[in-house]
């Protein structure tokens, strides 16, 4: 794994937007790490600690939080970006998580249109509304776009999931190293998701610890290891979240132990 960290650099915010004290970023370095699904099952298990919870989807794409609940509405951020409606407009409560919920659209560009002015325009909206809320669980697009780049500039925490593939561990660490020369005073942690048994797990974070404290000098913490855990896809399957579906899987047990963590 090597520091070949080759752009974006200059990307930075201004310094207004080193707020979101209880916003938290789940972020990875592609498609298919299983953060989406995540995303949507910490923010139920925060719920379920009686916290007050948004959860947010920042992603672009056909696997998002909608489609993974089976939600069939017009109220996402299409209204927002397309129509003029307020950010605040458009929250939807998700009773059987017991969470509040933005969401976008999975057949449109969403926030991938707007310009750098309208994303901080937009990202002062949503501090904001984050206010009335314990925590907001931001689902960050993969894409490296502003947008995903000014949402994970506003979280405090920004929480990277990994799979244990050596693909998945080098881009993590490159977006490891430029988060850290972007956002020094951010906190990060790691979660591998997807392994074989947590011995798997352990290794890929040592790899990719090792690198991070060779070249960085700076180690993010591991927040838990994931199982693979067939309940999760069936959950998916079934539009409904692991949490609600199997509350004694596997999966559902890793994910209330990183949301503690978390909470620390």
């Known amino acids: 794994m090597e520091n070949d960290i080759n752009n974006n650099f200059n990307f930075r915010l201004p310094s207004s937007y080193y707020k979101g004290e209880n916003m938290i970023a789940f972020v990875s370095g592609h498609h298919g790490s299983g953060k989406t699904w995540l995303s949507i099952a910490v923010a139920q298990v925060l719920a379920s600690m009686k916290q007050r919870v948004l959860l947010f989807d920042g992603s672009v794409g056909l696997n998002n939080i909608k489609k993974q609940l089976g939600i069939i509405t017009e109220r996402d951020l299409d209204k927002v970006i397309y129509s003029g409606d307020c950010l605040n407009q458009i929250i939807m409560s998700y009773p059987k998580g017991k969470f509040d919920m933005i969401l976008s659209n999975p057949t449109s560009s969403g926030l991938s249109t707007m310009s750098l002015g309208g994303l901080q325009i937009f990202g002062d909206d949503l501090n904001i509304i984050s206010q009335d809320y314990d925590r907001v669980v931001l689902d960050i697009d993969s894409n490296q776009s502003d947008a995903a780049r000014v949402l994970t500039g506003m979280s405090k925490f920004i929480v990277m999931v990994c799979n244990d593939n050596v693909a998945s561990l080098t881009e993590c660490y490159q977006n490891i190293a430029e988060l850290y020369h972007k956002y020094p005073q951010k906190r990060i942690g790691i979660v591998i998701n997807q392994v074989d048994n947590c011995v798997k797990g352990q290794r890929a974070y040592a790899e990719l610890a090792t690198a991070c404290g060779r070249f960085l000098e700076e180690v993010p913490p591991l927040l838990g290891i994931i199982r693979n855990d ?22 559902s047990l890793d994910v209330i132990a990183i949301a503690k963590e978390i909470l620390k």
Do not use: L
């Open 230 to 251: 067939t309940r999760v896809r069936d959950a998916i399957r079934n539009q409904t979240t692991v949490i609600t579906r199997y509350p004694q899987s596997e999966a």
